[in-house]
């Protein structure tokens, strides 16, 4: 079957079969964040194959595809219960870091039937092996461990959310005997946590019947308070680059009665606390699941924000799909140049192709907001904004315009 149809498409037979989630900020779901429908899963198996249109023989030859690229190295890190390898990338840079490398580890396909989950990681992989100028950033200043496909038997003996036991890995991680999946990836974990550069963003990858792109996000009577904000943080920093895709921090909240035990953000939490950013991430199993280079961007610009590598995020490319809807101009006079002595402001321009709501916010050299200097429902027309800088120091500077397009950045300079 076509990959580039398993992709787009899809599912329109089993539409009908899906409940959507009508969340306000608490979700009537208890502590299963992805839902499960078994009829759903079954019509999507019949429809995509045993595999859900990506099988064990599917990752070899993508393994392949991804070792001839310099920046990654890949290798098994352990074996599931039928001995199938659970393979690892590496991507990072080829040179020696100048400073300390930021390190992040996604793990995807857990649950063999929410495929979508990895169609975003695939999307992340082909993007951190790309030579646009941001992955090679990314690439320059983190490392990124990447498992496409936690659970190769459950997606080999067709088993929707089980291992070849027949246990579902995701919830397992309290069990007094473990299984060799569960096992292999803590293993990894701590093995990382005592090296150098530790983990400090984990995502877990899934999808969820709710049709909706979301974070799982943790309430503080499960976490703390500090960690809290942490999250709405990071979630929103990714939400602002796919606005219109992914849901709000409070879509589904989790955690309200205190810590579980058997997740792996559970894990996380009680050995390592508010050191690790680790959730898991919710696309969408359902017929309009897409768009996943979309939310990849997204995911990876939202990285970088919260480790604070945002400052040259500007040497990505655009987002894709954005189009020609939105426009942003380079400010003038760039640099400002207030040692002159009459050079007090700059003017920021963009032009919207169609009316819709803004957002342009100025940010310093540490990606820490300065100042929202026009926000608000903006006609279709060019737009010049003046902005004083004279309380600047001088340095580097990024101004932003968020819309339902997208997110776009550039530079400018104060000089004193």
């Known amino acids: 079957m076509n990959r580039?149809?398993?992709?787009?498409?899809v599912f329109f037979l089993i539409l009908s079969g899906f409940g959507v989630l009508n969340?306000?900020?608490?979700?009537?779901?208890?502590?299963?964040?992805?839902?499960?429908?078994?009829?759903?899963?079954?019509?999507?198996?019949?429809?995509?194959?045993?595999?859900?249109?990506y099988s064990y023989d599917s990752l070899l030859v993508?393994?392949?595809?991804?070792?001839?690229?310099?920046?990654?190295?890949?290798?098994?890190?352990?074996?599931?219960?039928?001995?199938?390898?659970?393979?690892?990338?590496?991507?990072?840079?080829?040179?020696?870091?100048?400073?300390?490398?930021?390190?992040?580890?996604?793990?995807?396909?857990?649950?063999?039937?929410?495929?979508?989950?990895?169609w975003v990681t695939d999307e992340i992989i082909n993007m951190l092996l790309s030579e646009d100028p941001f992955a090679q950033f990314l690439r320059d200043h983190c490392t990124f461990f990447i498992l496409p496909m936690y659970n190769p038997d459950g997606v080999e003996l067709g088993l929707p959310r089980q291992n070849a036991n027949g246990i579902d890995i995701e919830s397992g991680w309290d069990d007094a005997v473990q299984q060799p999946e569960v096992t292999v990836l803590r293993n990894r974990f701590i093995e990382l946590m005592n090296a150098p550069e530790p983990i400090e963003v984990a995502l877990n990858m899934h999808s969820a019947i709710a049709c909706k792109r979301y974070f799982v996000y943790h309430h503080e009577n499960g976490t703390s308070l500090p960690f809290t904000q942490l999250e709405k943080q990071f979630i929103g920093g990714v939400q602002s680059y796919f606005p219109t895709g992914i849901e709000p921090w409070d879509y589904y909240v989790s955690?309200?009665?205190?810590?579980?035990?058997?997740?792996?953000?559970?894990?996380?939490?009680?050995?390592?606390?508010?050191?690790?950013m680790a959730l898991t991430y919710e696309d969408m199993n359902c017929a309009t699941a897409g768009q996943?280079?979309?939310?990849?961007?997204?995911?990876?610009?939202?990285?970088?924000?919260?480790?604070?590598l945002v400052v040259t995020?500007?040497?990505?490319?655009?987002?894709?799909?954005?189009?020609?809807?939105?426009?942003?101009?380079?400010?003038?006079?760039n640099p400002v140049q207030l040692s002159a002595g009459t050079t007090l402001s700059t003017v920021f321009l963009y032009q919207l192709a169609q009316p819709q709501e803004i957002r342009l916010a100025i940010y310093d050299i540490l990606g820490r907001r300065i100042a929202v200097v026009d926000e608000g429902y903006r006609s279709a027309t060019t737009h010049r904004v003046f902005f004083d800088a004279s309380d600047l120091?001088?340095?580097?500077?990024?101004?932003?315009?968020e819309t339902p397009q997208g997110v776009q950045m550039n530079r400018f300079q104060v000089i004193r």
């Open 4 to 9: 580039r149809f398993l992709r787009t498409s």
């Open 62 to 118: 993508d393994l392949g595809k991804w070792s001839e690229s310099p920046y990654v190295t890949i290798d098994s890190i352990g074996a599931s219960v039928l001995n199938r390898a659970i393979w690892q990338l590496k991507i990072t840079a080829e040179t020696l870091p100048l400073v300390p490398r930021r390190t992040v580890f996604i793990h995807a396909r857990t649950h063999p039937n929410e495929v979508q989950a990895f």
């Open 313 to 333: 995020a500007i040497a990505g490319t655009p987002a894709p799909n954005y189009g020609e809807n939105v426009t942003l101009g380079q400010n003038y006079p």
């Open 255 to 276: 955690w309200a009665n205190g810590t579980p035990n058997q997740y792996p953000e559970s894990w996380w939490w009680m050995n390592h606390g508010e050191d690790v």
């Open 292 to 308: 996943y280079d979309q939310t990849a961007f997204a995911t990876l610009h939202g990285i970088s924000d919260y480790l604070g």
């Open 23 to 53: 969340a306000q900020n608490y979700i009537s779901l208890g502590e299963d964040k992805c839902g499960f429908d078994p009829e759903v899963s079954a019509q999507m198996q019949r429809l995509l194959g045993q595999n859900w249109g």
């Open 393 to 401: 120091p001088s340095g580097n500077y990024f101004y932003r315009l």
